[in-house]
């Protein structure tokens, strides 16, 4: 009880020199907890614009050597694509992440590299093949600027973003309008595939992002055919008119596909395709057969049979994400698929990483402000033992032990420290709550998609407060390490000399 009647007086006889260390520790406790609550607010901002408008809570896709999320492989190779491994026996699949408690919603999704051409203009996307009402209903908050999500059972359609509709503006002279036409075209295998697409509406992605404005969503089944998926998971055409490959004659022969001599005949006792040639008539026959058959199998109905890269999924409000992310692990594990579970940073991938990386830039400078005011702190605690030596020794000659000099000052440096950081935590409120009204707004994407819309939003939270506190607390322990081994050190007859 002493002891803390000595360290108040001592604290309040010498009110102005702790006044400045108080101010000191109060400004660096004020700046933490602005540069927390903004941290807070990029963290949260860059999981909104991918989370809400992108990757969803969690995704599940195949697991592969290479590591891929929605973007693409993560490490692209040198003048290729690599396609993202498809879902084996996605229907499966997907029936078990239904039936977990917590799951919302899912969507089924392709991926691929896209060139659009529309009045002129042309580019390089991001194709993402999806169906319709499944997608859009998993992502509400998109805005639809022109046009509106394309109905159910809608075939042949695509989304564009405001970005792909400002180059289309600008190449034909007006603002492209649903109904317009757009060509699709896929690179691959050393070949090309092409598909027109009807324009079904134009979208807003809020923060704006050069990431996501190079999205297009288009119907899952145009996709497929541009990558060359089948529509389900049987063949949709089977040409069984079609004859065999020849098993004499020269290899790639294709004059030998209309040769009588080509094909076994009946009397080799093998069984063997006609010997008759294949006549024109015939394989034009053959061939508007499975063009017919092809053009059913691009407006059949889009099921989760066939072929899909990912199957995002939106979790229940104030559902445990992490928990449901090892559910699912264990459950799609234990049931034999190899498949993996992502939350939305493993699903945006590299892109996320590297608006990740902008956060630890923020983190790092926060650190140093801490570590400036620590040693500012110290600093002023050191000359404070200096300023008392003489009292210091004027104690230890009348008898008072290391221990009771030690708890003194332990508790003259918490004491203020703790009641410095709680004005410093109201200054900084103060802070916070100017930040928010200012609203200062971005210009860089970049700091735009950092901080999830085009404007500084931060607020004040409990967690935030409690941070700031423990981190006066620890300032105020750390603090008086130095100080007290140094007051330790001094000889009581020195001291004594020097009152």
Not at 139 to 167: D, H, I, N, Y
Not at 197 to 220: C, H, K, N
Not at 447 to 452: M, N, R, S, W
Request: glycine share 10%.
């Amino acid at each position: 009880m002493i002891l803390f009647r000595i360290a108040l007086r001592n604290l309040l006889r010498r009110g102005g020199k702790n006044l400045v260390v108080a101010i000191l520790i109060a400004v660096g406790v004020a700046a933490f907890f602005v540069s927390n609550s903004v941290l807070e607010s990029s963290i949260g901002g860059i999981q909104r614009a991918f989370a809400d408008n992108f990757t969803a809570d969690l995704s599940v896709s195949q697991r592969s050597e290479q590591s891929f999320s929605l973007f693409g492989p993560d490490i692209p190779v040198i003048g290729d694509y690599t396609s993202a491994p498809l879902l084996v026996n996605a229907f499966d699949v997907g029936a078990r992440i239904a039936h977990e408690p917590g799951v919302q919603r899912t969507a089924y999704v392709l991926t691929s590299p896209v060139l659009v051409e529309a009045g002129g203009a042309r580019g390089y996307g991001l194709g993402l093949g999806t169906i319709d009402d499944e997608y859009f209903s998993l992502f509400p908050r998109l805005q639809f600027t022109v046009g509106a999500p394309p109905a159910r059972g809608s075939v042949g359609w695509v989304v564009l973003t405001e970005e792909w509709a400002a180059k289309i503006a600008a190449a034909q002279g007006h603002a492209p309008m649903p109904g317009d036409k757009v060509q699709l075209t896929y690179f691959g295998n050393e070949t090309f595939t092409i598909r027109e697409v009807t324009l079904a509406g134009v979208i807003r992605y809020q923060p704006a992002s050069e990431f996501l404005g190079q999205v297009v969503i288009v119907d899952g089944r145009v996709l497929r055919a541009l990558c060359g998926y089948a529509q389900t998971d049987e063949t949709p055409f089977t040409a069984t008119s079609l004859p065999a490959a020849p098993t004499t004659g020269a290899a790639g022969d294709i004059d030998s596909l209309f040769s009588a001599e080509s094909s076994p005949s009946a009397s080799d006792g093998k069984t063997g395709q006609s010997s008759a040639p294949v006549s024109l008539d015939e394989l034009k026959r053959m061939m508007t057969e499975a063009h017919r058959a092809g053009v059913a199998a691009d407006v059949s109905p889009l099921g989760h049979q066939g072929a899909w890269h990912f199957i995002l999924i939106r979790t229940a409000p104030g559902a445990d994400k992490g928990r449901i992310a090892d559910a699912l692990r264990k459950e799609l594990s234990g049931a034999g698929l190899t498949v993996q579970v992502r939350d939305w940073r493993g699903t945006a991938g590299a892109v996320a990483l590297y608006v990740f990386l902008m956060q630890i830039v923020l983190y790092t400078g926060l650190f140093m402000v801490g570590g400036i005011v620590v040693i500012l702190t110290m600093n002023s605690l050191v000359m404070s033992v200096f300023e008392r030596t003489g009292e210091i020794g004027t104690m230890r000659a009348i008898g008072a032990r290391r221990g009771f000099i030690r708890g003194l000052f332990i508790v003259e440096t918490l004491a203020l420290t703790l009641i410095s950081g709680f004005a410093g935590i109201l200054l900084g409120s103060a802070g916070v709550a100017f930040l928010d009204r200012a609203a200062l707004r971005f210009n860089n994407q970049i700091l735009a998609l950092v901080f999830g819309g085009s404007s500084l939003h931060v607020a004040i939270s409990n967690g935030n407060i409690a941070l700031s506190f423990l981190a006066s607390l620890i300032l105020g322990t750390v603090a008086w390490v130095y100080p007290v081994r140094l007051a330790l050190r001094i000889p009581p007859v020195r001291a004594i000399h020097t009152a």
